[in-house]
Each structure stands twice: as structure tokens, then as C-alpha cells.
Nanobody, 118 residues
Framework: QVQLEESGGDLVQPGGSLNLTCAASPGILNSDTLGWYRQAPGKEREVVAQIINGRNVQYSDSVKGRFTIWRDRYRETVHLQMSRLQPDDTATYYC????????????WGPGTQVTVSS
């Protein structure tokens, strides 16, 4: 069983930056797939960025060039560095982990709110 906890969500002005953190307990395996998803009111949850099986990094077209996903192996955390934020980035952001040992085991964090508004 893996527990995920997001932090770092905040109210930010358009053009601003935020760094989201996801802490994983007991930890992250190199083979795990790590992801950040978001869900805006009235919309479906969508993938934002992923580190697939510890190797390949993918971004949605809407955030490519603005967001960076990275893993801190020592602190067992996954980060989403967001820059040039726009009002359309307003959403609840969720951390997601798929076990590299068993892809049927998938975990979500409770989410953190990001609001982009002037």
C-alpha cells in the first residue's frame, strides 16, 4: 500500500510559478510510473505529466514547455514545477502512482488546489 500526499497548491497570478510536491510513503520504486493529473470544475480528470516506468517523461500538449515533472530519489518525492501559469491551469492537481511490480495497483493522493487568477 502506497500513500501519496500533495502539497504546494496556492493562488497565483497569471504568468506566475508554483512547485507542487508529492510525498510517497513508504517510497517509490525505480520501475513505478509517476504522474500528475488535474481536474477542473465540470471537467474530466486529465493527465498533465508522467514519468513512465522510471524512464520516459511525457507531457500533455497544454503544458509542454511550461511544466516540468521530476523525481527526488532521496526524499521519495515527485515534483511538478509549473511556470507561466494561465487561468486555464486552475484545477485540483493529483499525484498518481502505478506500481512497477503490479500495474493493477494504482494510487491517488487527495489533491491540492491551484488557482490562477488576478
Amino acid at each position: 500500500q502506497v500513500q501519496l500526499e500533495e502539497s504546494g497548491g496556492d493562488l497565483v497570478q497569471p504568468g506566475g510559478s508554483l512547485n507542487l510536491t508529492c510525498a510517497a510513503s513508504p517510497g517509490i520504486l525505480n520501475s513505478d510510473t509517476l504522474g500528475w493529473y488535474r481536474q477542473a470544475p465540470g471537467k474530466e480528470r486529465e493527465v498533465v505529466a508522467q514519468i513512465i516506468n522510471g524512464r520516459n517523461v511525457q507531457y500533455s500538449d497544454s503544458v509542454k514547455g511550461r511544466f516540468t515533472i521530476w523525481r527526488d530519489r532521496y526524499r521519495e518525492t515527485v515534483h511538478l514545477q509549473m511556470s507561466r501559469l494561465q487561468p486555464d491551469d486552475t484545477a485540483t492537481y493529483y499525484c498518481h502512482l502505478v506500481s512497477g511490480l503490479n500495474s493493477d495497483k494504482k494510487y491517488w493522493g487527495p489533491g491540492t488546489q491551484v488557482t490562477v487568477s488576478s
